[in-house]
């Protein structure tokens, strides 16, 4: 069953006083959506709406209702609730990951569009904040934005824009959406194919006929559905992609792209082979290490058994081993290890046998 909850928080709220430019609401909801019921809902301040803003905490409410404008029984009222990653201040930029506000934490923003007794028990969307006004006070004067919202993680996608006392235009149409070809890696970045970091392809998908945009915060520009840049490893590159429909209107979507080094070293134990038997103490240790990112590691700590004997350099060395008594064999786990210079470790070991020499 759906509960409501944030509309405890959102009644001990005090609304912003309004100023110039229009205030709107608008989303559109897909057949299977549990908010919007497939609908598709657009209010304006004072013309059949009422629309206010609310501060809590550091982020904003939005409320909606139209019951001065319609008899009671066709009255609806609705809350959209944005914020930032916990403790940060809502600025102009894109918002990915969001998490069900209020119950965001401080590596996700929170978003959460609930309505006419119904809401998301889990949330998960994404905004762009297009533009935040506000006074030497800090309180509200101007607010622009448009979502994404899929209630329960994986429902349909929910589109829609809110315009507090703002003269940017709403469009009405559903925003592009920007998907990445490559696999994401635990940093939910784009693995790193080599020192110089990655090539990323970016394919643009919308239900809506238009011509496609591309540019990035490095100053690359392009168009069509599909769109590929470079992103130096380390670092965060951020899309964009613009959707403009036969009558010049545009709607945009941005993401950001990270690459990053999550891949260990690989290691190779050229010598000993595994389960080779040596007579003596001395023994021999080749290892051959690659790494896709790092070109160039050259050091690497050497164990035998548990006790660290020292490092090998350009992966050739020497390591003297415990001379066995009259008769015995000795089995030693002869085991390497190697972290690159994002912190990925690797570790390789070979078992081999050490026998006296009884001919001596």
């Not at 996608?157 to 709403?170: A, E, F, K, T």
């Amino acid at each position: 069953m759906k509960k409501l909850i944030c509309w405890l928080v959102v009644c001990t709220l005090f609304p912003l006083s309004a100023l110039a430019g229009q205030s709107v609401l608008w989303f559109k909801s897909p057949s299977g959506d549990y908010i919007g019921q497939g609908r598709e809902y657009f209010f304006t301040h004072g013309v059949d709406a009422t629309i206010t803003a609310s501060p809590y905490g550091m982020a904003y409410s939005f409320n909606v209702n139209n019951q001065a404008y319609v008899p009671l029984q066709d009255a609806s009222w609705w809350t959209l609730l944005l914020e930032a990653p916990k403790g940060q201040l809502l600025q102009v930029g894109a918002y990915e990951n969001a998490m069900r506000s209020p119950f965001n934490d401080t590596t996700h923003p929170g978003i959460s569009l609930f309505g006419d007794g119904r809401g998301c028990n889990q949330a998960a969307g994404r905004f762009d904040v297009i533009e935040v006004k506000r006074d030497t006070n800090g309180n509200l004067l101007q607010f622009a934005a448009d979502f994404e919202q899929r209630c329960e993680i994986t429902g349909p996608p929910l589109y829609g824009s809110i315009r507090y006392n703002s003269d940017i235009p709403v469009s009405a149409q559903i925003p592009p959406k920007i998907e990445i070809s490559n696999v994401l890696n635990a940093d939910k970045c784009v693995e790193a194919s080599g020192p110089e970091g990655a090539l990323v392809t970016l394919n643009g998908v919308s239900g809506q006929a238009g011509a496609l945009t591309w540019s990035t915060t490095t100053g690359l520009t392009g168009t069509g559905p599909v769109f590929t840049i470079p992103v130096s490893m380390g670092s965060t590159v951020g899309a964009m992609l613009s959707l403009t429909d036969s009558n010049g209107n545009v709607v945009t979507a941005s993401k950001s792209i990270c690459v990053s080094d999550t891949t260990p070293p690989s290691i190779r134990i050229l010598s000993p082979a595994a389960g080779e038997t040596f007579f003596g103490s001395n023994m021999q240790l080749a290892v051959e290490i690659t790494d896709t990112v790092d070109k160039n590691i050259t050091s690497y700590d050497v164990f035998v058994g548990n006790s660290l004997t020292g490092k090998l350099v350009d992966g050739v060395g020497k390591t003297v081993l415990s001379k066995p008594v009259n008769g015995d064999t000795i089995t030693t786990e002869i085991t390497v290890k190697a972290k690159d210079a994002s912190g990925n470790n690797a570790t390789k070991s070979v078992l081999v046998y050490q026998a006296r020499n009884n001919t001596k």
